[in-house]
Nanobody, 124 residues
Framework: QVQLVESGGGLVHTGGSLRLSCAAS????????MGWFRQAPGKEREFVATINWSGTSTYYADSVKGRFTISRDNAKNTVYLQMNSLKPEDTAVYYC?????????????????WGQGTQVTVSS
């Protein structure tokens, strides 16, 4: 069993930056692919970014490509999402997710574990 706890959300102005963290319990963190998803009010949960077990492969949604960076530190059992040049449309609850697959994954159903989410609000 893996537990995921997100942190780092908050309120920021347009153009600002935030770094989200996701701390994982369990000694097998380094064997999990990890991802970030987000859900805005009234919308479905959508894929944001994913990283493979070793951190050597990443993939991003077109809407965040060039602005967001996903990374991981297996020694700290933590995955990060650096968000720059934030826009009001980035406002959502951001969720960290883990998959027992070693590689990257972009679909909601590919993930086995989920955090509770952290709110990101970007004001115009």
């Amino acid at each position: 069993q893996v537990q995921l706890v997100e942190s780092g959300g908050g309120l920021v102005h347009t153009g600002g930056s935030l770094r989200l963290s996701c701390a994982a319990s369990g000694r097998t963190f380094s064997s999990y692919g990890m991802g970030w998803f987000r859900q805005a009010p009234g919308k479905e949960r959508e894929f944001v970014a994913t990283i493979n077990w070793s951190g050597t492969s990443t993939y991003y949604a077109d809407s965040v490509k060039g602005r967001f960076t996903i990374s991981r530190d297996n020694a700290k059992n933590t995955v990060y999402l650096q968000m720059n040049s934030l826009k009001p449309e980035d406002t959502a609850v951001y969720y960290c997710a883990g998959t027992v697959r070693l590689g990257t994954a972009t679909t909601y159903t590919s993930y086995d574990y989920w955090g509770q989410g952290t709110q990101v609000t970007v004001s115009s």
